[in-house]
């Protein structure tokens, strides 16, 4: 069963008398454990696409079902939840909170969703800055570490809760090449050790190289033969 069904998926913005469409009609599927990028240049509407599929704003048409779910029957309450439990989230600014160290921006998800006990918290906390190769940093504060280790945390972050499905929106914008390099290997790694679906979208096609499957938008629409796997 695919992890995520769109179905002549749409979006359109409206601002008083401008109409903006910006995803016209798209059909795609993603399996469970794919390392997914949707390719395009700004504009065309990848920051869109992740926010539906993120839950983060509604579709204006067409159906999207993620992990057995019709996102469009979610009201906001339902939406944040089934986000808290499902979706994790990397950012291009990496979005840590400054006053926070490693390891409690780590375990900051932990506190939101679930009541787990200090223990278990710190065990799972370290776990995953082991796996991303951070635990010699945990006491550190975010302004201490370098972009990539930033990056780093961010995907330890998203992976704490155990969510099936990770967004990552342009992950690697603020990142140099071989950073940015390093930053989507470290991914694909951690879809190999948890099954973890990642998704990530990038303007920059030189750092697409490792995604399996690959879609390219254009003005909102899929380029045709894109999502085949490329792998
Ligand atoms: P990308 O992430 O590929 O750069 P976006 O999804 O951000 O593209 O934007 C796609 C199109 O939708 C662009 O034309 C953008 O200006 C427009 N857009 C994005 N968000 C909004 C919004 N909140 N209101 C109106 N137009 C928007
Ligand atoms: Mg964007």
């Known amino acids: ?113 679930q009541n787990w006990p200090k223990q278990k918290r710190n065990q799972r906390v370290e776990e995953l800055l082991s796996a991303v190769g951070m635990s010699d940093q945990a006491d550190k504060f975010p302004s201490q570490i370098s972009g990539g280790q930033k990056q780093r945390v961010a995907v330890a972050r998203a992976l704490v809760t155990n969510a099936k499905l990770v967004l990552a929106d342009e992950p690697t914008a603020n990142l140099d090449r071989k950073t940015a390099h390093k930053i989507i290997t470290l991914m694909k790694d951690m879809r190999d050790e948890f099954g973890t679906t990642f998704i990530f979208s990038t303007h920059d096609p030189r750092v697409v190289e490792n995604a399996e499957t690959i879609f390219t938008l254009e003005d909102g629409s899929l380029l045709q033969g894109s999502g085949g796997n490329h792998a």
Do not use: H, W
């Open 1 to 113: 069963m695919s992890l995520i069904v769109a179905e002549n998926l749409e979006k359109t913005y409206y601002a008083g008398e401008i109409v903006v469409k910006a995803i016209r009609g798209i059909d795609f599927t993603i399996e469970p454990a794919s390392f997914a990028a949707f390719v395009g240049p700004s504009g065309s509407g990848k920051s869109t696409l992740l926010n539906m599929i993120g839950c983060l704003d509604p579709p204006t048409g067409g159906i999207l079902t993620v992990a057995d779910q019709d996102i469009s029957l979610l009201n906001k309450k339902d939406a944040a939840l089934f986000r808290g439990n499902t979706i994790g989230f990397i950012f291009q600014d990496f979005n840590l909170i400054p006053v926070l160290t490693v390891a409690e921006n780590v375990e900051y998800p932990l506190l939101m969703v």
